[in-house]
């Protein structure tokens, strides 16, 4: 049966005992209201590490002041049973107060990387997702931990992060699960009606019509020109944050192909009314 803890000095013990067995460790960290993006992550650190810890932990710190932290979807007792019957070993449920004592001051950064894409539209985030993630490896030392290209941005200042900082975990990416229609499995699809669920999938559709045409010859400009007025014609889409196309890298604008970097990354965020939803992909421009 999978164990539930509460407290960052029991898991560290816990842990510590584990390695003094030899035991390697893979974390799976989420804010919870568990899908199968999340499950696919679970299932490749039960394939790779011998013991899984998942931590459920609605990260107050990396929501703004109007964001969505109160309302964001929660269910304990249901994310228990769906991690436990993935096999995953120990999920680590603290409250905010465990992970954020009154008076705590320390914050990670990843500069330049924090302001762009979504960082532009959500100041703050990504220090706080950083500092979340900085701390959950401290507390629970894990040999891998497991996050989803589905965040990509966050995937790679995680990966800058624990790069500049040296710390001493591999991250491993996980593919982007999706519904069939292809829209990307999220938490907050909750929040959409029937109406707007029906035509979420349009941001995974504009960013495929802008891989098809890029891969035809079309210029960069062009191709996203196309893919912004797809998404302005949805009238489910409140508004366009950004639809962009980057180094998946660096994270820096690329304008034109150049004949060295074959990959590039195409990304978007939308309002679905009130709700927020990211996408994106990496393609290949090489025939
Ligand atoms: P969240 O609970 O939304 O913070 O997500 C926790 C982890 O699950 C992050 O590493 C996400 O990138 C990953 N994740 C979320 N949705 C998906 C998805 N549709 N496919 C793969 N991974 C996902």
Redesign the pocket.
Known sequence: MIKTIKRKNEINRIIKDLKKEGKKIGL??????L????I??IKKSRKECDITAVSIFVNPVQFGPNEDFVRYPRDFERDRILADREGADIIFYPEPSEMYPDNHLTYVNVEKMEKIMCGKFRPGHFRGVCTVVLKLFNIISPDKA??????FQ??AILKKMVSDLDVDVQIVE?????EPDGL????RNAYLNPEERKNANILYLAIIMAENEIKRGRSIAAARQNAMKMLKGCSFIKKIDYFDIRDPEDLKTVRKLDGEKSKILIASAVWFGKTRLIDNKVINTEP
């Open positions: 799976v960290p989420t804010m919870g209201f899908h199968e993006g999340h696919s992550l497991y996050f989803g290209l589905k965040d966050q995937l996980c593919e982007t699960i999706r990307a499995l999220s938490s």
